[in-house]
């Protein structure tokens, strides 16, 4: 792609003017984001893969240094005989009072009874200008292998616009030394932020007012979050971070601290008060409140079913009046019409059924009665009025019950009780 607004040009010249890595920051690149291998068989020998050297070490570490080169090893107990890493390594520096983020790809190949050959290719360059406007050089990146992060290292850096492509990098390990250009020290960034994209968080600091005062109030975990989540949330919870910020309150667990924000807050409570949003223990208090939130949702669910049993109690009342009352059985079974929309809820909850959930009060072809033994609800029928004809007759869970041919039978042989209503 080739430049074209000034900011591009810019890039493109300071680009060219970069210096080439030091030793030391190539040294850290080929010791601390690769890590040498030290092989090691079941016997304890150790094979170091940079000078070649056999040793004996029985050590439970995960590392180790070798006596003969003095080689930072990451031992492997392995009969493997190849080894290869991969990895980004990122160093942060200013160029033209731009903020430059330069990534680089470690290539380690080691083989025993050979010299282990290092690499290091720069394959992306994002460039800041201090008003928070950036843009990406890049070789290109090879798509449809099974790796992702294949580069063409043949291709030249140059500036790029797929940012979907580029931008995804973000797990490289930064060199300890860093740059920064005057604005983002002024925005209080000192360093970057582990497990956050960089240029994201440099982009933020200079260019949302909120990331730069968490940033400027020491709440860096809460900063992480903000971004992680990209302010998700945040008007609500803004009023309260100035209340901790005044009380001197560190958040340390920006997460738990932000749903136990949510919690009080549909609990009414004020999150302008120092008492409830800076806790001493907030693991605790967070449980506590989701406790009271968990009953305090249940009790609001309650009083709207019943609002609404005692909204279409009314019109239930209307449309069915006239079968209430009506009840018949024979030597064992008592069947009686449901007479309120309350008795609807009780019978779907006994039964464990859809009566009242899927709103059976409120069809008007439908007649529900209910089927009882001594008392004891056995199905629950509903009848067509229309058609005078039973529709469905369920038990507890839909099952049918030993009852259902008789219940069904005692039900059509009353039909005519019924439709006696129907015609009143
Ligand atoms: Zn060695």
Redesign the pocket.
Known sequence: MKPRTKFQHKVVEASKKLPNLTPAQIRWAFTHVVE?I?RRTSKGEIT??????VFHNTTKHKQCV??????K?LIEDTRKLNFKQREYAAYITTSDGLQVIRIFMVDYYAKIGKTPRYYLNEVMQRWIAPNGKFCTMARLRAWGTRYCDSWIYSSDLELRNETWAYGQIYTYDVYPRINLIPELKQHGCRKVLHDINTTDYFVALLMDNRAETLMKIGQEELLRHYLKRSGWNFDRYWPSIRIVARNGYIVKDASLWCDYLDALWELGKDLHSPKYVCPENLREEHDRYVVKLNRHREERRKAEREALILECEEAYQQAKARFFGLSFHDEKICIHVLESVREFFAEGEAMHHCVYSNGYYRKDDSLILSATIDGKRIETVEVSLSKLTVVQSRGVCNQNTQYHAQIIDLVNRNMSLIQERIVA
């Open positions: 040498p030290g170091c893969l940079d000078c070649g050297e070798c006596p003969h080169c003095g080689t090893l």
